[in-house]
């Protein structure tokens, strides 16, 4: 896996062979196919380790700055944001199997839209319990995450390819404030329809 791990995180998906991965690792095609059956089960295996264990950290962290002031909202979010930064970019190879190689391969498609899912369900949990939403509220809820969820990712790539030119904890103080401010804009939003009735958004479908 590590091998597997360096040559996806630098050459690319396009230099990950399975006679790389044998070379990166020292070892035989034969102990190769004893322990994955083909090359995608063995980058799939990377992108789960990498994603499992930057989600775990992440949790950590938010739990630990809730325990120390269940209120602050902005602490929550530097944690959670600071956390995933750091995770990514201390090693940049983890932030490239997950933002840039898993768009060129089927399987890791679908694990990174997984994972995509995963902070999106991560931020939707954390927005329930600082704004104490409502059943009522989850449409609100799952389009609010999904568009924080999939604008932290954009931003990470921009930031990485260097499109974007702020320092790394300027990225993170500012990713913070702007994931607070959407999570207010959207209480707020949820606060208004609480008070108008026959302010719900119809599904597209719904008008006959």
Request: negative net charge; contains cysteine; aromatic residues 4%.
């Amino acid at each position: 896996m590590a091998a597997a791990l360096e040559l996806l995180g630098t050459v690319g998906w396009s230099g990950t062979t399975v006679r790389a991965v044998c070379a990166e690792a020292k070892l035989t095609p034969r102990f190769f196919y004893e322990s994955f059956p083909d090359l995608d089960a063995l980058v799939v295996a990377v992108f789960d380790e990498v994603s499992a264990t930057t989600t775990a950290r992440v949790l950590a962290a938010v739990r630990t700055a809730v325990a120390e002031d269940p209120a602050d909202r902005l602490a929550h979010a530097r944690a959670a944001i600071g956390t995933l930064v750091v995770d990514l970019t201390d090693d940049p190879r983890r932030a490239r199997v997950v933002f840039v190689e898993a768009l060129g391969h089927e399987a890791l498609a679908r694990r990174r839209l997984a994972s995509m899912r995963t902070l999106a369900g991560l931020i939707a949990h954390q927005g329930r319990a600082s704004f104490g939403t409502t059943a009522r509220d989850e449409g609100l809820v799952a389009v609010t995450s999904s568009l924080l969820a999939g604008g932290i990712a954009e931003l990470l790539i921009a930031w990485l390819d260097g499109e974007v030119e702020v320092t790394r904890d300027e990225l993170v103080e500012d990713c913070a404030e702007l994931l607070v401010a959407v999570g207010e804009g959207a209480a707020r939003i949820a606060r208004r329809r609480a008070q108008v009735p026959g302010t719900d958004i119809e599904p597209p479908n719904s008008a006959r």
